[in-house]
């Protein structure tokens, strides 16, 4: 695992500040309990040489970021971060994906300017997104971390003006002590966007075993329906920590299509957009 004092020097040119004393402190805790959040990152390795295939088992993931991407463009503008019309709507918004995965995500949300920094706690996938992005010059302001989301939390001068776990909650041992670090890493003002799965007997039935079982759009095995979240639970835990639900949208996958549309209905995936209040 990348030490904290690595972590300081890689983004400080970006984001931190600190003095070399203070990442010299801050790399003594280098060893932090992360039990809390890591738990199936390493389940993911055997998928990282293939993950890029759009028409491989990460298809879904894929085609999602035709409305996610969107979507965290336009409640970042509506919040006053970047600038409407133009190229690059996010120019130097500062945007953290937790559970980056090889870079599916980060990668077109830095194509619209964004300074992005995607952490992981699985070596492998960092190793394929750092690999991916490569010398793309659209891309340097892309930076991958292998670390837990705690290690970040204790560089305590690394605050990002958005927060985005796409598909990951779902996926950690303990979902609000999540929730909590990626509020922590906001600053005020700053957004939160979580996508996930709901927790009932639809989503077992569309999310696993047809999902997995039947049309293969996710590998088998991807989830745990007893870690789904239900909406109710995750805008309690982002009141808690002091957030302000904005909105809250429906995902459908169309599998055929390989398409996903918006719908009301969130029984099975939906996506949160919070607001840090303090």
């Known amino acids: 695992m990348m030490a904290l004092k690595e972590i300081c020097c890689r983004l400080q040119s970006t984001f931190v500040r600190s003095s070399a004393s203070r990442c010299h402190s801050l790399v003594k805790r280098h060893h932090s309990n992360h039990a809390a959040t890591v738990d199936e990152s390493e389940d993911f390795s055997k998928y990282a ?3 890029w295939d759009g028409w491989g088992e990460m298809k879904a993931l894929h085609s999602l970021n035709r409305m996610r991407v969107p979507f965290i463009r336009d409640c970042l503008l509506y919040q006053g971060h970047g600038q409407r019309k133009t190229a690059k709507p996010l ?3 500062d945007i953290l994906d937790v559970g980056c995965g090889v870079g599916v995500l980060s990668e ?6 964004a300074n992005v920094v995607g952490i992981d706690t699985n070596e492998q996938v960092i190793q394929v997104a750092t690999s991916h992005r490569g010398e793309d010059e659209e891309l340097k302001k892309l930076q991958y971390v292998e670390c837990p989301i705690e290690d970040l939390v204790e560089v305590d001068q690394l605050k990002f003006d958005c927060v985005v776990a796409s598909e ?5 041992a303990a979902p609000q002590e999540f929730v909590k670090y990626c509020v922590s890493l906001l600053r005020p003002g700053g957004s939160l966007v979580i996508s996930t799965i709901n927790r009932n007997t639809m989503s077992y039935l569309l999310a696993i075993l047809v999902a997995e079982n039947v049309i293969n759009a996710a590998p088998k095995g991807t989830h745990d329906w007893n870690k789904f979240i239900k909406p109710q639970e995750l805008a309690e835990w982002l009141e808690q920590e002091k957030c302000f639900v904005n909105k809250i949208h429906g995902m459908q996958y169309l599998p055929v299509l390989d398409k996903w549309m918006w719908t009301e209905n969130t029984d099975v995936n939906y996506i949160f957009h919070a607001t840090k209040t303090e």
């Open 49 to 51: 040489a293939t993950w």
């Open 91 to 93: 120019n130097n918004v």
């Open 168 to 172: 990951v909650i779902e996926h950690v």
């Open 108 to 113: 077109p949300l830095t194509r619209l300017g």
